[in-house]
Protein backbone atom coordinates (compact mmCIF):
# COMPACT_ATOMS: atom_id res chain seq x y z
CA UNK A 1 0.00 0.00 0.00
CA UNK A 2 1.26 3.59 -0.94
CA UNK A 3 -0.24 6.37 0.66
CA UNK A 4 -0.51 9.39 -1.44
CA UNK A 5 0.55 12.87 0.19
CA UNK A 6 -1.73 15.20 -1.71
CA UNK A 7 -4.74 14.46 -4.26
CA UNK A 8 -5.24 17.32 -6.66
CA UNK A 9 -8.50 18.97 -7.97
CA UNK A 10 -8.23 17.65 -11.38
CA UNK A 11 -8.64 14.29 -10.51
CA UNK A 12 -12.25 15.32 -8.72
CA UNK A 13 -15.47 14.68 -10.47
CA UNK A 14 -19.02 15.93 -9.97
CA UNK A 15 -22.17 14.15 -10.23
CA UNK A 16 -26.12 14.12 -9.33
CA UNK A 17 -28.97 11.40 -9.07
CA UNK A 18 -32.37 12.05 -8.36
CA UNK A 19 -33.77 10.94 -4.89
CA UNK A 20 -36.91 8.49 -4.77
CA UNK A 21 -37.86 9.98 -1.43
CA UNK A 22 -35.68 12.76 0.60
CA UNK A 23 -32.74 10.88 1.51
CA UNK A 24 -32.91 7.87 -0.02
CA UNK A 25 -31.67 6.62 -3.72
CA UNK A 26 -33.78 3.65 -5.31
CA UNK A 27 -33.10 1.04 -7.65
CA UNK A 28 -30.15 1.80 -10.20
CA UNK A 29 -29.71 5.77 -10.28
CA UNK A 30 -27.92 7.40 -13.07
CA UNK A 31 -25.65 9.84 -12.07
CA UNK A 32 -25.64 12.53 -14.29
CA UNK A 33 -22.38 14.26 -14.81
CA UNK A 34 -21.65 18.04 -14.26
CA UNK A 35 -19.07 20.49 -15.36
CA UNK A 36 -18.14 22.33 -12.12
CA UNK A 37 -15.47 25.24 -12.76
CA UNK A 38 -15.51 26.04 -8.85
CA UNK A 39 -16.87 25.86 -5.77
CA UNK A 40 -18.34 27.71 -3.41
CA UNK A 41 -18.57 25.54 -0.95
CA UNK A 42 -19.33 21.87 -0.59
CA UNK A 43 -19.51 19.16 2.45
CA UNK A 44 -20.93 19.69 6.05
CA UNK A 45 -20.36 22.12 8.31
CA UNK A 46 -20.04 20.91 12.04
CA UNK A 47 -20.71 22.53 15.02
CA UNK A 48 -19.50 21.92 18.57
CA UNK A 49 -20.12 23.13 21.50
CA UNK A 50 -17.56 23.38 24.42
CA UNK A 51 -18.33 21.87 28.11
CA UNK A 52 -16.99 25.09 30.25
CA UNK A 53 -17.74 24.36 33.69
CA UNK A 54 -16.64 26.64 36.72
CA UNK A 55 -13.35 25.39 38.03
CA UNK A 56 -10.41 26.18 39.49
CA UNK A 57 -7.92 25.35 36.78
CA UNK A 58 -9.90 27.98 35.06
CA UNK A 59 -10.39 25.59 31.63
CA UNK A 60 -12.90 24.18 29.61
CA UNK A 61 -13.56 20.19 28.96
CA UNK A 62 -13.79 18.45 25.58
CA UNK A 63 -17.53 19.89 23.76
CA UNK A 64 -19.55 17.95 21.69
CA UNK A 65 -20.99 17.82 18.31
CA UNK A 66 -24.81 19.80 18.21
CA UNK A 67 -25.23 20.21 14.32
CA UNK A 68 -24.78 19.86 11.05
CA UNK A 69 -25.44 22.19 8.21
CA UNK A 70 -25.14 20.77 4.65
CA UNK A 71 -24.95 22.83 1.50
CA UNK A 72 -22.87 22.54 -1.85
CA UNK A 73 -22.46 25.17 -4.59
CA UNK A 74 -20.70 25.38 -7.47
CA UNK A 75 -20.06 27.52 -11.08
CA UNK A 76 -20.23 26.10 -14.70
CA UNK A 77 -20.49 27.06 -18.01
CA UNK A 78 -23.86 27.30 -19.63
CA UNK A 79 -24.19 24.96 -22.53
CA UNK A 80 -27.58 23.79 -24.28
CA UNK A 81 -27.68 20.34 -22.27
CA UNK A 82 -25.36 20.56 -19.48
CA UNK A 83 -28.13 22.12 -17.35
CA UNK A 84 -31.05 20.86 -18.29
CA UNK A 85 -31.80 18.05 -16.12
CA UNK A 86 -31.33 19.63 -13.01
CA UNK A 87 -32.74 22.90 -14.08
CA UNK A 88 -36.45 21.24 -12.96
CA UNK A 89 -35.03 21.10 -9.69
CA UNK A 90 -35.10 25.22 -8.74
CA UNK A 91 -38.31 25.26 -11.13
CA UNK A 92 -39.93 22.93 -8.83
CA UNK A 93 -41.77 21.83 -12.21
CA UNK A 94 -41.25 19.32 -14.75
CA UNK A 95 -40.66 20.19 -18.40
CA UNK A 96 -43.37 20.64 -20.76
CA UNK A 97 -42.53 18.08 -23.44
CA UNK A 98 -44.63 18.47 -27.20
CA UNK A 99 -43.45 14.47 -27.83
CA UNK A 100 -40.50 12.16 -27.10
CA UNK A 101 -39.98 8.87 -27.35
CA UNK A 102 -37.24 6.02 -27.18
CA UNK A 103 -37.28 4.11 -30.54
CA UNK A 104 -36.89 0.77 -30.42
CA UNK A 105 -36.13 -0.28 -34.41
CA UNK A 106 -35.95 2.06 -37.31
CA UNK A 107 -37.93 -0.15 -40.60
CA UNK A 108 -37.35 0.91 -44.14
CA UNK A 109 -39.30 -0.57 -46.98
CA UNK A 110 -38.48 0.48 -50.59
CA UNK A 111 -42.18 -0.07 -51.25
CA UNK A 112 -43.54 1.94 -47.91
CA UNK A 113 -42.52 4.82 -45.95
CA UNK A 114 -39.85 4.55 -43.36
CA UNK A 115 -41.07 4.58 -39.71
CA UNK A 116 -39.37 4.95 -36.35
CA UNK A 117 -40.81 1.60 -33.83
CA UNK A 118 -42.03 3.54 -30.47
CA UNK A 119 -43.68 2.64 -27.42
CA UNK A 120 -46.19 5.29 -27.69
CA UNK A 121 -47.19 7.89 -30.51
CA UNK A 122 -48.79 10.57 -27.86
CA UNK A 123 -47.80 14.18 -28.92
CA UNK A 124 -46.78 13.03 -32.45
CA UNK A 125 -48.63 14.58 -35.03
CA UNK A 126 -49.34 13.87 -38.80
CA UNK A 127 -47.00 17.30 -40.30
CA UNK A 128 -44.89 17.29 -37.00
CA UNK A 129 -41.13 17.99 -37.50
CA UNK A 130 -38.96 15.27 -35.50
CA UNK A 131 -35.50 15.42 -34.71
CA UNK A 132 -34.00 12.03 -34.00
CA UNK A 133 -30.96 11.65 -31.67
CA UNK A 134 -28.15 8.62 -30.44
CA UNK A 135 -28.95 6.73 -33.85
CA UNK A 136 -25.94 5.05 -35.07
CA UNK A 137 -26.79 6.23 -38.48
CA UNK A 138 -26.49 9.79 -39.12
CA UNK A 139 -29.43 9.72 -41.78
CA UNK A 140 -31.55 8.52 -38.89
CA UNK A 141 -30.80 11.40 -36.51
CA UNK A 142 -31.86 14.34 -38.97
CA UNK A 143 -35.02 16.44 -38.98
CA UNK A 144 -38.11 14.99 -41.18
CA UNK A 145 -42.12 15.85 -41.36
CA UNK A 146 -44.90 12.58 -39.71
CA UNK A 147 -46.41 11.62 -42.69
CA UNK A 148 -48.59 9.29 -41.08
CA UNK A 149 -49.25 7.37 -37.50
CA UNK A 150 -49.38 3.94 -37.83
CA UNK A 151 -51.13 2.09 -35.14
CA UNK A 152 -50.33 4.23 -31.91
CA UNK A 153 -46.58 2.46 -32.29
CA UNK A 154 -44.95 3.53 -35.52
CA UNK A 155 -44.03 7.19 -36.28
CA UNK A 156 -44.03 7.43 -40.44
CA UNK A 157 -41.33 9.97 -42.75
CA UNK A 158 -40.84 10.10 -46.23
CA UNK A 159 -39.46 6.91 -47.90
CA UNK A 160 -35.83 6.58 -48.54
CA UNK A 161 -35.21 9.65 -45.37
CA UNK A 162 -34.34 6.73 -42.60
CA UNK A 163 -31.39 4.31 -42.69
CA UNK A 164 -32.34 0.90 -41.20
CA UNK A 165 -31.42 0.12 -37.68
CA UNK A 166 -33.03 -2.96 -36.39
CA UNK A 167 -31.25 -2.52 -32.61
CA UNK A 168 -30.46 1.33 -32.25
CA UNK A 169 -28.43 2.43 -28.96
CA UNK A 170 -30.64 2.84 -26.10
CA UNK A 171 -30.85 6.40 -25.85
CA UNK A 172 -32.29 6.95 -29.40
CA UNK A 173 -35.17 8.66 -29.25
CA UNK A 174 -37.58 11.27 -31.71
CA UNK A 175 -38.21 14.31 -30.26
CA UNK A 176 -41.20 17.25 -31.60
CA UNK A 177 -39.01 19.83 -32.67
CA UNK A 178 -42.10 22.07 -34.53
CA UNK A 179 -44.80 21.50 -36.89
CA UNK A 180 -44.78 21.48 -40.64
CA UNK A 181 -48.06 22.91 -42.35
CA UNK A 182 -49.99 22.13 -45.35
CA UNK A 183 -49.39 23.95 -48.82
CA UNK A 184 -51.55 27.36 -48.04
CA UNK A 185 -52.83 26.28 -44.93
CA UNK A 186 -51.05 29.12 -42.54
CA UNK A 187 -51.30 33.74 -42.80
CA UNK A 188 -50.72 36.03 -40.79
CA UNK A 189 -54.03 38.52 -39.82
CA UNK A 190 -53.28 41.71 -37.87
CA UNK A 191 -56.87 42.97 -37.24
CA UNK A 192 -56.87 43.60 -33.52
CA UNK A 193 -54.20 44.79 -30.62
CA UNK A 194 -51.82 41.55 -31.50
CA UNK A 195 -51.04 40.25 -34.80
CA UNK A 196 -51.81 36.44 -34.89
CA UNK A 197 -51.08 33.34 -37.77
CA UNK A 198 -54.83 31.70 -38.54
CA UNK A 199 -55.05 27.98 -40.50
CA UNK A 200 -57.87 26.69 -42.01
CA UNK A 201 -56.85 22.66 -41.19
CA UNK A 202 -54.14 22.61 -38.15
CA UNK A 203 -55.65 22.91 -34.67
CA UNK A 204 -52.85 25.05 -32.58
CA UNK A 205 -54.53 23.59 -29.48
CA UNK A 206 -52.91 20.20 -30.66
CA UNK A 207 -49.23 21.29 -30.32
CA UNK A 208 -48.68 21.51 -26.80
CA UNK A 209 -48.14 25.44 -26.95
CA UNK A 210 -48.88 27.36 -23.75
CA UNK A 211 -48.95 31.34 -22.95
CA UNK A 212 -45.90 33.35 -22.85
CA UNK A 213 -44.39 30.52 -24.87
CA UNK A 214 -41.03 31.59 -27.59
CA UNK A 215 -41.80 29.77 -30.83
CA UNK A 216 -39.51 30.35 -34.23
CA UNK A 217 -41.28 30.91 -37.44
CA UNK A 218 -39.91 29.85 -40.64
CA UNK A 219 -37.78 27.15 -41.65
CA UNK A 220 -34.47 27.45 -43.90
CA UNK A 221 -35.82 26.34 -47.44
CA UNK A 222 -37.79 29.54 -49.49
CA UNK A 223 -41.32 27.88 -49.13
CA UNK A 224 -41.22 27.06 -45.75
CA UNK A 225 -41.39 31.03 -44.83
CA UNK A 226 -43.39 33.95 -45.00
CA UNK A 227 -42.66 36.46 -47.79
CA UNK A 228 -42.61 39.25 -45.48
CA UNK A 229 -39.83 38.88 -43.13
CA UNK A 230 -41.21 40.50 -40.05
CA UNK A 231 -43.39 37.61 -40.03
CA UNK A 232 -40.86 35.04 -39.65
CA UNK A 233 -38.26 34.60 -36.45
CA UNK A 234 -38.91 34.57 -32.94
CA UNK A 235 -42.23 35.20 -31.40
CA UNK A 236 -44.29 35.27 -28.53
CA UNK A 237 -47.25 33.05 -28.04
CA UNK A 238 -49.94 35.22 -25.79
CA UNK A 239 -53.09 32.97 -26.74
CA UNK A 240 -53.66 29.58 -28.47
CA UNK A 241 -57.10 29.08 -30.23
CA UNK A 242 -58.19 25.90 -32.67
CA UNK A 243 -57.18 27.75 -35.91
CA UNK A 244 -55.41 30.66 -34.36
CA UNK A 245 -52.18 31.54 -32.55
CA UNK A 246 -52.17 35.16 -30.96
CA UNK A 247 -48.38 36.49 -30.38
CA UNK A 248 -47.30 39.87 -28.31
CA UNK A 249 -43.87 39.93 -28.58
CA UNK A 250 -41.83 40.09 -32.35
CA UNK A 251 -38.77 41.66 -33.28
CA UNK A 252 -40.61 43.79 -35.70
CA UNK A 253 -44.35 44.50 -35.82
CA UNK A 254 -45.58 41.76 -38.20
CA UNK A 255 -47.80 42.50 -41.16
CA UNK A 256 -50.80 40.88 -43.33
CA UNK A 257 -49.64 38.13 -45.04
CA UNK A 258 -51.48 35.62 -46.97
CA UNK A 259 -48.69 32.88 -46.87
CA UNK A 260 -48.43 32.64 -50.91
CA UNK A 261 -44.28 33.19 -52.18
CA UNK A 262 -45.29 36.46 -53.52
CA UNK A 263 -47.50 38.09 -50.85
CA UNK A 264 -50.19 38.21 -53.71
CA UNK A 265 -51.29 35.31 -55.38
CA UNK A 266 -48.13 33.11 -56.07
CA UNK A 267 -47.42 29.25 -54.83
CA UNK A 268 -48.43 28.96 -51.97
CA UNK A 269 -46.53 28.15 -48.44
CA UNK A 270 -45.27 25.36 -45.86
CA UNK A 271 -44.93 27.51 -43.08
CA UNK A 272 -42.66 25.86 -41.06
CA UNK A 273 -43.29 26.34 -36.86
CA UNK A 274 -40.26 25.53 -34.41
CA UNK A 275 -41.04 25.14 -30.62
CA UNK A 276 -39.36 23.16 -27.51
CA UNK A 277 -39.39 21.98 -24.27
CA UNK A 278 -40.94 24.80 -21.95
CA UNK A 279 -39.83 25.11 -18.21
CA UNK A 280 -41.42 27.37 -16.20
CA UNK A 281 -42.56 27.98 -12.37
CA UNK A 282 -45.91 25.98 -11.44
CA UNK A 283 -48.97 26.81 -9.89
CA UNK A 284 -51.16 24.38 -7.98
CA UNK A 285 -50.66 20.62 -8.25
CA UNK A 286 -48.32 21.09 -11.26
CA UNK A 287 -45.75 22.19 -8.19
CA UNK A 288 -43.08 19.35 -7.92
CA UNK A 289 -40.39 19.30 -5.67
CA UNK A 290 -37.00 17.33 -6.29
CA UNK A 291 -34.58 16.03 -3.81
CA UNK A 292 -31.12 14.93 -5.15
CA UNK A 293 -28.00 13.41 -3.78
CA UNK A 294 -24.87 15.33 -5.19
CA UNK A 295 -21.61 13.26 -5.57
CA UNK A 296 -17.98 14.61 -5.52
CA UNK A 297 -15.45 12.09 -6.39
CA UNK A 298 -12.50 12.95 -4.66
CA UNK A 299 -9.57 10.90 -6.16
CA UNK A 300 -7.34 7.38 -5.20
CA UNK A 301 -5.67 7.63 -1.49
CA UNK A 302 -3.89 4.27 -2.48
CA UNK A 303 -1.34 4.79 -5.34
CA UNK A 304 -1.47 0.58 -5.67
CA UNK A 305 -5.12 0.74 -5.89
CA UNK A 306 -5.96 3.28 -8.83
CA UNK A 307 -9.86 2.28 -9.10
CA UNK A 308 -10.51 2.77 -4.86
CA UNK A 309 -11.64 6.20 -5.39
CA UNK A 310 -13.01 7.93 -2.11
CA UNK A 311 -15.97 10.15 -2.19
CA UNK A 312 -18.82 12.43 -0.85
CA UNK A 313 -22.02 13.09 -0.36
CA UNK A 314 -24.88 15.96 -0.19
CA UNK A 315 -28.04 13.78 0.73
CA UNK A 316 -31.67 15.10 0.65
CA UNK A 317 -30.41 18.15 -1.27
CA UNK A 318 -32.54 20.52 -2.94
CA UNK A 319 -32.26 23.18 -5.42
CA UNK A 320 -32.22 26.72 -3.64
CA UNK A 321 -30.04 29.13 -5.55
CA UNK A 322 -29.61 29.46 -9.36
CA UNK A 323 -27.57 32.72 -10.93
CA UNK A 324 -27.60 33.31 -14.32
CA UNK A 325 -24.40 35.28 -15.41
CA UNK A 326 -23.96 37.06 -18.52
CA UNK A 327 -21.18 39.43 -19.20
CA UNK A 328 -19.56 41.24 -21.73
CA UNK A 329 -17.33 39.57 -24.15
CA UNK A 330 -17.21 36.75 -22.56
CA UNK A 331 -19.41 33.09 -21.57
CA UNK A 332 -22.23 32.59 -20.27
CA UNK A 333 -21.61 30.62 -15.96
CA UNK A 334 -24.55 29.49 -13.87
CA UNK A 335 -23.72 29.67 -10.36
CA UNK A 336 -25.62 26.78 -8.55
CA UNK A 337 -26.96 26.30 -4.59
CA UNK A 338 -28.24 23.53 -2.80
CA UNK A 339 -29.38 23.14 0.96
CA UNK A 340 -29.27 19.57 2.00
CA UNK A 341 -30.25 17.27 5.08
CA UNK A 342 -26.78 15.48 5.34
CA UNK A 343 -23.74 15.00 4.55
CA UNK A 344 -21.43 11.58 4.11
CA UNK A 345 -18.40 10.27 2.77
CA UNK A 346 -16.80 7.21 1.61
CA UNK A 347 -13.71 5.40 1.79
CA UNK A 348 -11.70 4.19 -1.41
CA UNK A 349 -12.76 0.77 0.00
CA UNK A 350 -15.91 1.81 0.49
CA UNK A 351 -16.54 2.82 -2.74
CA UNK A 352 -19.34 5.08 -4.49
CA UNK A 353 -22.65 4.53 -4.38
CA UNK A 354 -24.26 1.78 -7.44
CA UNK A 355 -26.13 3.21 -10.13
CA UNK A 356 -25.21 4.24 -13.88
CA UNK A 357 -22.36 6.72 -14.80
CA UNK A 358 -23.24 8.00 -18.29
CA UNK A 359 -20.30 10.25 -20.10
CA UNK A 360 -20.88 13.96 -20.56
CA UNK A 361 -22.84 14.94 -23.68
CA UNK A 362 -20.28 17.21 -24.81
CA UNK A 363 -21.91 20.72 -25.91
CA UNK A 364 -20.48 24.25 -26.51
CA UNK A 365 -20.58 27.39 -23.81
CA UNK A 366 -23.10 30.28 -25.09
CA UNK A 367 -20.55 33.61 -25.84
CA UNK A 368 -22.25 36.33 -24.57
CA UNK A 369 -20.91 38.46 -28.22
CA UNK A 370 -22.23 36.08 -30.98
CA UNK A 371 -24.87 34.03 -30.07
CA UNK A 372 -27.57 36.24 -28.63
CA UNK A 373 -30.35 36.71 -30.99
CA UNK A 374 -32.75 39.28 -28.83
CA UNK A 375 -31.94 40.79 -25.50
CA UNK A 376 -35.19 42.91 -25.13
CA UNK A 377 -36.10 45.15 -22.12
CA UNK A 378 -39.62 47.30 -22.84
CA UNK A 379 -42.77 48.36 -20.93
CA UNK A 380 -45.58 45.62 -21.23
CA UNK A 381 -47.80 47.21 -23.91
CA UNK A 382 -51.25 45.91 -24.90
CA UNK A 383 -51.37 47.09 -27.71
CA UNK A 384 -48.19 46.26 -29.87
CA UNK A 385 -45.65 42.71 -29.89
CA UNK A 386 -42.95 45.11 -31.03
CA UNK A 387 -43.61 48.05 -28.41
CA UNK A 388 -39.39 50.72 -28.62
CA UNK A 389 -37.04 49.29 -25.96
CA UNK A 390 -36.08 51.02 -23.18
CA UNK A 391 -32.26 49.93 -23.96
CA UNK A 392 -30.35 49.58 -26.73
CA UNK A 393 -27.31 48.35 -24.99
CA UNK A 394 -26.40 46.60 -22.11
CA UNK A 395 -22.86 46.03 -20.62
CA UNK A 396 -23.80 43.05 -18.19
CA UNK A 397 -26.73 41.14 -17.13
CA UNK A 398 -27.81 38.46 -14.30
CA UNK A 399 -30.44 36.28 -13.51
CA UNK A 400 -30.91 35.09 -9.96
CA UNK A 401 -33.38 32.30 -8.64
CA UNK A 402 -34.50 32.00 -4.98
CA UNK A 403 -36.66 29.61 -3.75
CA UNK A 404 -35.94 30.66 0.03
CA UNK A 405 -34.69 26.71 0.95
CA UNK A 406 -33.74 26.13 4.50
CA UNK A 407 -33.13 23.43 6.72
CA UNK A 408 -35.84 21.60 8.80
CA UNK A 409 -34.11 20.63 12.96
CA UNK A 410 -35.09 18.54 15.31
CA UNK A 411 -34.49 16.95 18.57
CA UNK A 412 -32.66 13.60 18.36
CA UNK A 413 -31.28 14.63 14.30
CA UNK A 414 -27.91 15.57 13.54
CA UNK A 415 -28.29 18.02 10.64
CA UNK A 416 -32.02 18.29 9.20
CA UNK A 417 -35.00 15.61 8.97
CA UNK A 418 -36.68 17.74 6.09
CA UNK A 419 -36.34 21.12 4.17
CA UNK A 420 -39.03 23.61 3.70
CA UNK A 421 -39.33 25.85 0.27
CA UNK A 422 -40.26 29.46 0.77
CA UNK A 423 -41.02 32.11 -1.83
CA UNK A 424 -39.90 31.50 -5.63
CA UNK A 425 -38.29 34.62 -6.42
CA UNK A 426 -36.39 35.94 -9.62
CA UNK A 427 -34.52 39.07 -9.84
CA UNK A 428 -31.38 40.35 -10.88
CA UNK A 429 -29.50 43.09 -12.39
CA UNK A 430 -27.89 45.30 -15.08
CA UNK A 431 -25.63 47.93 -16.56
CA UNK A 432 -27.42 49.35 -19.72
CA UNK A 433 -25.76 52.28 -21.99
CA UNK A 434 -28.44 55.59 -21.18
CA UNK A 435 -29.72 56.90 -23.90
CA UNK A 436 -33.11 59.27 -23.37
CA UNK A 437 -34.78 59.44 -19.47
CA UNK A 438 -37.36 56.98 -20.72
CA UNK A 439 -36.06 54.27 -18.78
CA UNK A 440 -35.19 56.98 -15.93
CA UNK A 441 -38.89 57.31 -15.86
CA UNK A 442 -39.88 54.24 -15.70
CA UNK A 443 -38.39 53.17 -12.63
CA UNK A 444 -39.57 56.09 -10.53
CA UNK A 445 -42.98 55.44 -11.80
CA UNK A 446 -42.99 52.08 -11.27
CA UNK A 447 -44.09 50.94 -14.66
CA UNK A 448 -44.90 47.48 -15.69
CA UNK A 449 -41.57 45.89 -17.73
CA UNK A 450 -40.83 42.59 -19.17
CA UNK A 451 -37.23 41.07 -20.17
CA UNK A 452 -36.83 38.73 -22.47
CA UNK A 453 -33.21 37.18 -24.29
CA UNK A 454 -33.04 34.20 -26.54
CA UNK A 455 -29.55 32.55 -27.31
CA UNK A 456 -29.02 30.67 -30.53
CA UNK A 457 -26.13 28.57 -32.39
CA UNK A 458 -25.69 25.33 -33.93
CA UNK A 459 -29.07 24.90 -35.02
CA UNK A 460 -30.37 24.75 -31.23
CA UNK A 461 -31.20 27.64 -28.36
CA UNK A 462 -32.77 28.60 -25.38
CA UNK A 463 -35.32 31.54 -24.47
CA UNK A 464 -36.05 33.26 -21.29
CA UNK A 465 -38.76 35.03 -20.84
CA UNK A 466 -39.88 37.40 -17.34
CA UNK A 467 -43.23 38.76 -18.25
CA UNK A 468 -43.69 41.07 -15.85
CA UNK A 469 -40.74 42.66 -13.89
CA UNK A 470 -40.04 46.14 -11.34
CA UNK A 471 -36.97 48.15 -12.29
CA UNK A 472 -34.79 49.48 -8.91
CA UNK A 473 -31.98 51.98 -8.93
CA UNK A 474 -31.31 53.67 -11.75
CA UNK A 475 -29.01 56.30 -11.20
CA UNK A 476 -27.13 57.31 -14.76
CA UNK A 477 -23.41 56.93 -14.11
CA UNK A 478 -21.45 59.79 -15.74
CA UNK A 479 -17.20 59.70 -15.73
CA UNK A 480 -15.18 61.60 -18.21
CA UNK A 481 -14.30 60.41 -21.22
CA UNK A 482 -16.95 57.30 -20.85
CA UNK A 483 -20.16 56.46 -22.15
CA UNK A 484 -22.97 57.03 -19.69
CA UNK A 485 -24.16 53.79 -18.02
CA UNK A 486 -27.31 53.18 -16.06
CA UNK A 487 -27.05 50.46 -13.26
CA UNK A 488 -30.78 48.81 -12.88
CA UNK A 489 -31.89 46.23 -10.56
CA UNK A 490 -35.29 43.97 -10.65
CA UNK A 491 -37.64 41.98 -9.38
CA UNK A 492 -39.74 39.40 -11.26
CA UNK A 493 -43.58 38.91 -10.54
CA UNK A 494 -46.49 36.79 -11.95
CA UNK A 495 -47.19 37.63 -14.94
CA UNK A 496 -50.92 37.06 -14.11
CA UNK A 497 -51.46 40.86 -14.24
CA UNK A 498 -50.60 41.59 -17.68
CA UNK A 499 -52.28 38.09 -18.68
CA UNK A 500 -54.31 35.67 -16.86
CA UNK A 501 -52.81 32.71 -18.56
CA UNK A 502 -49.19 34.11 -18.28
CA UNK A 503 -49.48 32.83 -14.18
CA UNK A 504 -45.62 32.29 -13.90
CA UNK A 505 -42.28 33.87 -12.73
CA UNK A 506 -40.04 33.06 -15.74
CA UNK A 507 -40.38 31.07 -18.27
CA UNK A 508 -37.46 29.12 -20.45
CA UNK A 509 -37.38 27.03 -24.26
CA UNK A 510 -34.74 24.88 -24.80
CA UNK A 511 -35.43 24.27 -28.50
CA UNK A 512 -33.65 20.86 -29.46
CA UNK A 513 -33.26 21.96 -33.40
CA UNK A 514 -33.87 25.23 -34.97
CA UNK A 515 -33.05 26.66 -39.00
CA UNK A 516 -29.94 27.44 -39.48
CA UNK A 517 -31.85 31.66 -40.16
CA UNK A 518 -32.10 31.55 -36.10
CA UNK A 519 -28.61 32.27 -35.12
CA UNK A 520 -28.61 34.31 -38.47
Avoid: C
Amino acid sequence: MTQVNKIDSNVTGLRFSEEASIGVVAGSPVWIPLEPNSYSDFGGNVTTVARNPINSGRQRKKGVVTDLDASGGFEQDWTQTNLQTILQGFFFADFREKGSEVVTAVDVDTSNPDEYEVASTTGFLVGSLIKGSGFTNAANNAVNAVTAIVADTSVEVADGALVAEAGPPADATITVVGNKATTGDLAVVVSGDFPAISSSTLDFTTLGLVPGEWIYVGGDASNSTFFNAVNNGFKRVRSVAANLLTFDKSDSAMVTDDGTIDGAAGTGQQIELYFGRVLKNETGSSIVRRTYQLERTLGAPDDASPSQIQSEYLVGAVANELTINIPQADKMTASLGFIAIDHEQRTGATGVKSGTRPTLAESDAFNTSSDFGRIRIALVDTTTEAPTPLFAFLTELNLVINNNVSPNKAVATLGAFDVTAGTFAVSGSMTAYFSNVTAVSAVRNNSDVTLDYILAKDNVGIAVDLPLIALGEGRANVEQDQPITLPVSYDAATGSAVLSTMDHTLLMVFFDYLPTAAAA
